[in-house]
């Protein structure tokens, strides 16, 4: 019986250290908000024909929770328990699937970025941490950039859902801007944070964020509602309007900015629309800079305009030495 019950803990742990690392996507240690995060998954990549991007979201963080546990001694295990060895993983397992070709080269390729978005997040702490500021998502970003660019040149790596490479910036069509629609586009802009193209899914985003923190599902919202609003006002791209693709780096800043690295307060609710604001012209200006390439420029807008407003490390919220290396604090409550 004695085994028996340690076998059940140790498959609880690992199941809870899973779900926390596809939470830790938005900053969320809570087991319960991965748990819903990938409820909104499946839900929305099987309603758009896509079943392949969930299991590749739940193949990801598996195999990139894995890669930090294989390092042995050379993992802090604290940041396994907390989900941060499985967040990168998990993003690379919705990418591939959505921008190469279903076969099993892609799926060998997963595995293999997902792993070593593990390694390359602690090298890239290491080296961030004398500017206190933490990789964020840019593991994923760099290592998926690199499989994508590979993906042109190796023919068993079908590019199927990248964008034909292109120089000038394609002739705006017209956006139906009903009350109806831009609900819409507003919930998308959050479900794309996992690449999903579903409003549904972005309700699921909603709830799940609202499970650990209502900060961060206030601030998801509230960026996802400016981003569109900017998007709109300067005539961006209809199609991508549309699809919610101006919303998710500045729900990710929002969420890191207004609840995460800083305690909420004026001053700081004013520095997170600045940077949310700002996260929506970093995303204009990365995607006219690759569209020659014909690569998405994924979370990067996030990642960059995060480290330019914690670079500052002003006091905005009472510490004295702001401190951004690390997100994980004390989980208020009892474990999630």
Avoid at 37 to 48: E, P, R, T
Avoid at 211 to 226: D, K, L, Q, T
Wanted: some cysteine.
């Amino acid at each position: 019986m004695t085994n028996i019950n340690a076998a059940y803990n140790n498959v609880a742990v690992m199941v809870r250290t899973l779900f926390r690392g596809v939470g830790q996507v938005m900053f969320q240690k809570s087991a319960w908000t991965g748990l819903l995060f990938m409820a909104g998954i499946f839900w929305g990549s099987y309603q758009n024909g896509m079943p392949q991007v969930a299991w590749g979201a739940l193949t990801g963080v598996t195999v990139a929770t894995a890669a930090g546990l294989a390092m042995g001694r050379n993992s802090s295990f604290a940041d396994g328990r907390d989900g941060l060895w499985g967040f990168n993983g998990a993003l690379v397992g919705c990418a591939f699937p959505t921008f190469l070709g279903n076969n099993w080269m892609m799926w060998l390729s997963l595995v293999l970025c997902a792993m070593i978005t593990t390694w390359v997040r602690k090298g890239f702490n290491n080296v961030m941490a004398a500017w206190k500021v933490n990789s964020l998502t840019f593991p994923f970003v760099f290592m998926t950039w690199m499989f994508l660019f590979a993906a042109r040149y190796f023919q068993s790596l079908d590019p199927f859902g990248l964008a034909t490479p292109e120089i000038t910036v394609p002739d705006p069509g017209i956006l139906a801007a009903g009350f109806g629609d831009l609900v819409v586009y507003w919930l998308k802009g959050i479900s794309q944070v996992f690449l999903i193209d579903s409003w549904v899914t972005g309700i699921f985003f909603l709830a799940a964020l609202f499970v650990c923190s209502r900060w961060a599902a206030m601030w998801a919202a509230v960026s996802s509602a400016i981003a569109l609003g900017i998007a709109i006002l300067f005539h961006g791209d209809p199609p991508t309007i549309a699809s919610g693709l101006f919303g998710f780096s500045p729900v990710l800043t929002g969420i890191a900015l207004g609840c995460t690295f800083y305690k909420t307060t004026w001053r700081s609710a004013l520095w997170t629309i600045a940077g949310v604001l700002t996260t929506v012209f970093v995303q204009a200006a990365m995607d006219t800079l690759m569209l020659p390439y014909g690569v998405p420029t994924l979370t990067a807008p996030f990642c960059i305009t995060t480290w330019l407003f914690l670079l500052p490390r002003y006091v905005l919220d009472g510490q004295m030495t702001p401190d951004h290396t690390e997100w994980v604090d004390d989980l208020k409550g009892p474990e999630k």
